[in-house]
């Protein structure tokens, strides 16, 4: 099974950006849609995008649609999460997770139940 490797987060200033990385390891990210999720302390862990590996089809919490911009590279087997106008509110420990590839080539899911691997996180702090 692939292991999922994250880097990229930090201490930001609101209206910054940071680019979150999450590469494959032991394996290759096509059989699966790749996942962003974040979680603050005492909340349940959030879907925030998701892009399928064979179309590239993605999908958005409309929380941060328009600001943030899920990526991937098939060469480097990484998929990327571009987050600009950061505000106070994304802090989160942001993870990466895979979901199977579904039949429907359309189809990404949201449903954190439905991500099997995640990777350990990485901690994104936005000072206002």
């Known amino acids: 099974q692939v292991q999922l490797v994250e880097s990229g987060g930090g201490l930001v200033q609101a209206g910054g950006s940071l680019r979150l990385s999450c590469a494959a390891s032991g394996g290759t990210f096509d059989k699966y849609v790749v996942g962003w999720f974040r979680q603050t302390p005492g909340k349940e862990r959030e879907f925030v995008a998701a892009?399928?590996?064979?179309?590239?089809?993605?999908d958005y919490a409309d929380s941060v649609k328009g600001r943030f911009t899920i990526s991937r590279d098939l060469r480097q087997d990484t998929v990327y999460l571009q987050m600009n106008s950061l505000k106070p509110e994304d802090t989160a420990v942001y993870y990466c997770a895979t979901a199977a590839r579904s039949s429907d080539f359309y189809y990404v899911p949201r449903n954190r139940d439905e991500f099997r691997s995640w990777g350990q996180g990485t901690h994104v702090t936005v000072s206002s």
């Open positions: 892009i399928t590996w064979l179309g590239s089809i993605t």
